[in-house]
Structures are given as structure tokens and as C-alpha cells.
């Protein structure tokens, strides 16, 4: 059965399935009693009461580390950063400590947490609110990170996440929120690394995430008008990445073209083309170009933000340099 | 008798870490090591009044954190020799010496980094209805830093059992603190903070004990927190490469004066130990420190295999082979 909500509806009802699953499942982060920014935790704290579900102070760096504290005595926090951009004040604590503490403890400890980081573009939202920073974490080792592109694969990745005893960065994106989707009445748990094919084709692979899927799919419909099939990756998470999805598609159509909503430069893109020519060599890989956002802060005023703005347009216009 | 094994306890702290300076100097194992030497007092005289289900978090000097707590002095020495019988497998080394069995959850590499840490494990403790406390050292250096700001106010709010503990030995780094530090002194901070405390000299046992024994007692039964701020000396340098040319010619000297281990011998003494008794106990320590150490010397090194494990469960990189 299948029920058709909105994405922050569907991780709300993720939530307190979990919560209600497990007693050292709690929430913590800013405004999260009265819902949280975009309504994802609706009714949690007059479901579960004052001690699992927190208000914060604005004090993010505390925020992320009680966090870790609270997992290290066995409960299994679900940490609400607000927005992505906001993780920064958090680093320290989540890089040199969350990250980190598994190892350099000799397996002492375990991370058990979920970090919950709405992120990309939203328009209007200037430099401090719009970031796409993802990529920045998969080259942090110990952390696992997570990019649901729809409403059910939010709801399935945070529950997964909630029960991995790992460090989980769960990338949602913002401007989704209050899209309508199809979710399947029962959420399985849906474990990282594996890709989802969205679209079949043979003409050409494109690999995205996250808020950069829709984007590729009108595109890759524009193309279909023109006998050009396309067929669209969504990694779903970018570390551990389904790399052999994205071989097995390439080996079909040796041409690859990475939609990503965040700065091209050091981007996850480059990552994936590195390791598709690593892994396939530039026989059976043939082409292989990235789209990505001109490093430039993200600007305010609507005609200067187009910039930055994922367009199907653009991606097209790749689509068919690589084909021809 | 109750002091005589507190008394060993710092004696303890006290020839682990000059066997590890010594060990250090002679190149048998690398990396940094933060030496607790002459502060002894102030874990001993907190960890006494702790449980064992009360939990602790550290700092870069944590030896004598650890030590106090009662980890495994095998396990810690063989640890700052990087073998695989280390109490972290080899992995972390001396700045990040942990045992989770007796509540110690970590030193940390980075300065005010337990802070955070220390108040949610308070918090996920109160949530898992426990009672257990949770004593968070830092340094007088910490106190500059946000997450000590966050981490007060956030006990406070929340009601946490958390024992704030300052061990101040007056220096950040190599920069002495009063000259990097404006407002009237950690106390006064804390207090506007809503965390309430005392000032005792870390280096008298007996203070130490007797004043964290009251507030310990206080945070477990109001389910609030509580700041210990320690005066005491740090005998070496900020790391145990630095000479400390920063400080005026006589003042390590001076302080060495203060020793905690003879002043608390001397009341020993007077209490009725004879010197026969605090000479077996020196030997006795020395002994088992000697054997932690010839015990780290010829322990296995970990695999280089074990490089790749404990990183995460799903989806750690397999091995690069050429």
C-alpha cells in the first residue's frame, strides 16, 4: 500500500517508528518541540515527551557533541543540525571526535548517531543557507553519508541510519520538504550503498543525488524526444557509493555525464569519473564530464543565483556534446 | 588504610609518567607526550569519590585521568608504545588513552573537546534513568575556548550530573593563561553560567578528596553540576619536547616544592604510617610499573591489516594493492 506524502511527513512517520521501536532513540537539536524549521518532527515531542525530544540551545558544536556523549553511554540520539551550512560550527566534533572515536579507541566505542542536515539550494537563501557540501564528509573516514533523492528513500535511510551503529550524515533536501510523493505504507530500512537506476537506457549514464535527480530526469525526457536514452543513477549514498552499479550501466554505454548541485571543483563528481576510468579504463569508458556549480559563493539577487541553479537545459546541452 | 592507597594511586601516575618520559627521550616509542607530572592530586582525589559506572572524560594529558579511573597500567603503557596489547589496540597512542570498562571514555586531542562530550553522557545517562555522575576535566587553557561556554550553560539548563573539574596549572600551551585571559577567573565564569563551585589547592590530597567527596555527593542528589577549579603545576613542559624556555628561570624548581606526594607522606607519617610501609609501597609500584613497561617492550606491534579495521562497518575500503 502505498500512501502519498510529503518528505518531511514521510521522515516524521520513519521517526516515530523508530522511536516508538526503540526507548534510547531521542531527538535533539533547535525548535524541534514546536517541529522543527520544515514540520519534520510534528507532534514528536506530545508523542514522546520533554526527555527524548530537545530543544537546544543555538549552540552547535554542543549540540553535535552531547550527541556523541549521549551514544557512548547507549542511547541512540538523532541529531537535528537545522540546516547543513550550521554543521559548521559543529566540525571539531564531528570530524576529530564522532568520526574519529571508533578507531583511535581501539573499538572501545561506537558512534551510534544520526546527524540530520537539510541542505542544497532553496532560493533567496543567499551564501550561509544554500550550501551543497556533502563531498566535504566523504573524505572524512568513519563517516557514512547518506543522500536521499525521494521521499521514500528518506524515510527508509533514516531509519537505517537510526539502527546503524555507525555515525550517519543524512543529507536532506530542504527545498523538498513539502513535496508530495509516493511512500509505501511500511518503510523497510534502507541500507547504505546501494544505487537506484531511476531511468533505463543505452545511449549514456548519468550519475546524481539528492535534489540534482529531478534536474537529470527532465533532461534526460527532453532527450528521449530527441532518440537519445539515457539512463539516470541515483547513488543514493556517497559513501559507501555503489560504484559497481554505476560500472554495470557504464559497460552498456560508455559515456558518463555526473549531475551534482554543489561547487564542481573538489566536488564528488570528480570522484566518480576518477574511479569509473580506474575501474573500466578509457577503452569501455569512453567520455566522461561533470556538471556542477561555478565556485562562487551563492549569490542573493534572483538574476545572480540563476548561476548557480541547476538547469535541464544545461544538463541537455551536455547530454548532446556527448553523444555526438 | 584509604589514604595510604590514595597515596599509591598518585604514586602511581607519578613513575608512569617518568617512565614514560624517560622511555620517550630514548626513542622507544614516537609521537607526543603530555606528562601530568606534579598533578597528581587532583584525578586521584576526584576518581576516590567516584563509582565505577560514574564516567570520566580527559584531555591531551591523560595518563593520570586514566590511571585514577583504574584502567589497566599494562594496557595504558602498551599503548604509548603502539602495541597491539594497548587499551586502544595501537590505534590511538598516548593523546587518546580510553577504558570504557571503568567509565573513562577518552583523553582527547583536542583542548575542551571532553566538554561536549562529557554533558551528553550525562544526559544519555539521565535519560537511561541512571544516576551515574560524569567528572569532565579540563585545563585552565579550556575554559577560552566555546565548547566550555556551551557545555556549562548546557548542564546547567538541563540539569545534569555532570562535576566540572579545572585542573589550572596556569598555562595554555607555552603561554602562560593570565596573559591570554580577561574576566575575573574560571570560578566566576562558571558561576554566570549557573554552575556553582569551589577552589582548592590540587595539590593537597586531602583538600581535593574531601572538597570532591561534597560536591560529587551534592551533583549526584540535586541533579545539577558543579565546578572543582584545582590549583596545581604542571612539573615539565607543555609537551615532553618542550623545555618550557617560557618560564622564568626557578619557578618549576619552586613549585616542585609543593609536591602533592611528600605533602600527603607527611600526614601519612603523622597519622601513624612508618616510613618502612611508604618505602614498600614506593618499591612495590616501581616494581609493577618496570614490569608495564618490559611488558609494552616486547608485546607484538598490531598487523598492518588491523590499519583497516574499526573505521565503519559498511563500506570500508578495501585494501589499495598494487
Known amino acids: 500500500m502505498i500512501t502519498s506524502m510529503s518528505f518531511a511527513q514521510a521522515s516524521l512517520k520513519a521517526l516515530t517508528e523508530e522511536m516508538e521501536r526503540d526507548p534510547t532513540v531521542w531527538v535533539l537539536g533547535e525548535d524541534v518541540r514546536q517541529g522543527g524549521v520544515f514540520g519534520q518532527y510534528n507532534g514528536l515531542y506530545a508523542k514522546f515527551g520533554a526527555e527524548r525530544v530537545v530543544d537546544t540551545p543555538i549552540a552547535e558544536a554542543t549540540i553535535m557533541g552531547a550527541g556523541l556523549g549521549a551514544a557512548l553511554v547507549g542511547t541512540r540520539p538523532v541529531i537535528e543540525m537545522r540546516i547543513a551550512d550550521f554543521v559548521l560550527p559543529a566540525m571539531d566534533e564531528l570530524v576529530n571526535q564522532i568520526a574519529k572515536i571508533r578507531y583511535m579507541l581501539g573499538g572501545q566505542a561506537r558512534a551510534s548517531l544520526v546527524v540530520r542536515l537539510p541542505h542544497g539550494m532553496l532560493p533567496g537563501s543567499a551564501a550561509q543557507h544554500s550550501q551543497t557540501i556533502e563531498n566535504w564528509f566523504v573524505n572524512v573516514p568513519g563517516l557514512v553519508v547518506m543522500t536521499p533523492a525521494t521521499a521514500a528513500d528518506l524515510a527508509g535511510m533514516l531509519k537505517a541510519a537510526i539502527r546503524l551503529d555507525d555515525p550517519v550524515l543524512l543529507f536532506e533536501p530542504k527545498a523538498l520538504f513539502k513535496q508530495i510523493e509516493d511512500v509505501p505504507d511500511v518503510t523497510t530500512p534502507l541500507m547504505p550503498g546501494k544505487a537506484t537506476v531511476r531511468r533505463q537506457g543505452d545511449d549514456v549514464t548519468i550519475v546524481t543525488w539528492s535534489l540534482a535527480l529531478r534536474p537529470s530526469l527532465a533532461a534526460a525526457d527532453q532527450l528521449a524526444a530527441e532518440s537519445i536514452s539515457c539512463e539516470v543513477i541515483d547513488l543514493g549514498t556517497l559513501w559507501p557509493w555503489d560504484a559497481e552499479a554505476v560500472a554495470r550501466s557504464l559497460k552498456k554505454t560508455g559515456r558518463l555525464l555526473v549531475v551534482q548541485e554543489g561547487v564542481l571543483a573538489g566536488g564528488f563528481g570528480g570522484e566518480v569519473v576518477a574511479s569509473m576510468i580506474d575501474r573500466l579504463g578509457t577503452k569501455t569508458l569512453k567520455t566522461a564530464r561533470r556538471i556542477g556549480a561555478p565556485r562562487i559563493p551563492v549569490p542573493f539577487s534572483p538574476t545572480l543565483e540563476s548561476e548557480i541553479l541547476l538547469r535541464p537545459e544545461t544538463i541537455a546541452k551536455m547530454l548532446r556534446e556527448l553523444v555526438a | ?322
Open chain 2, 1 to 322: 588504610m584509604r589514604l595510604l592507597g590514595l597515596y599509591q594511586s598518585m604514586l602511581r601516575i607519578r613513575l608512569f609518567e617518568e617512565l614514560a618520559l624517560e622511555a620517550h627521550r630514548n626513542g622507544e616509542f614516537g609521537g607526543y607526550l603530555h606528562a601530568s607530572s606534579g598533578q597528581e592530586a587532583v584525578p586521584v582525589g576526584v576518581c576516590a569519590n567516584l563509582r565505577k559506572d560514574d564516567r570520566l572524560t580527559s584531555t591531551h594529558r591523560g595518563h593520570g585521568h586514566g590511571l585514577a579511573k583504574g584502567a589497566d597500567i599494562h594496557a595504558m603503557m602498551a599503548e604509548l608504545y603502539g602495541r597491539e596489547t594497548g587499551a586502544c589496540m595501537g590505534k590511538g597512542g598516548s593523546m587518546h588513552i580510553a577504558d570504557f570498562s571503568v567509565g573513562m571514555l577518552g583523553a582527547n586531542g583536542i583542548v575542551a573537546g571532553g566538554l561536549p562530550i562529557a554533558v551528553g553522557a550525562a544526559q544519555g545517562l539521565k535519560l537511561l534513568g541512571s544516576d551515574a555522575v560524569v567528572a569532565c576535566f579540563f585545563g585552565d587553557g579550556a575554559t577560552n575556548r566555546g565548547p566550555f561556554f556551551e557545555a556549562l550553560n548546557w548542564a546547567s539548563l538541563y540539569g545534569l550530573r555532570v562535576l566540572f573539574v579545572c585542573e589550572d596549572n596556569g598555562m595554555s600551551a607555552f603561554t602562560y593563561t593570565n596573559a591570554t585571559t580577561a574576566g575575573q577567573g574560571v570560578l566566576k565564569r562558571a558561576e554566570s553560567l549557573g554552575v556553582p563551585g569551589e577552589t582548592v589547592d590540587g595539590n593537597d590530597l586531602i583538600a581535593v578528596d574531601d572538597t570532591a567527596r561534597r560536591l560529587i555527593d551534592e551533583v549526584r542528589k540535586t541533579a545539577s553540576p558543579r565546578i572543582l577549579h584545582a590549583r596545581t603545576y604542571r612539573w615539565y613542559g607543555h609537551t615532553s619536547t618542550d623545555a618550557a624556555p617560557y618560564r622564568p628561570k626557578g619557578e618549576a624548581e619552586k613549585a616542585r616544592l609543593n609536591d602533592p606526594l611528600p605533602r600527603l607522606a607527611k600526614r601519612l607519617v603523622e597519622e601513624g604510617v612508618n616510613q618502612a610501609m611508604l618505602d614498600q609501597i614506593i618499591f612495590d609500584t616501581r616494581a609493577t610499573l618496570n614490569d608495564a613497561r618490559d611488558q609494552a617492550r616486547s608485546a607484538s606491534f598490531p598487523q598492518s591489516a588491523d590499519a583497516f579495521n574499526d573505521v565503519q562497518d559498511c563500506g570500508a575500503e578495501a585494501r589499495i594493492v598494487s
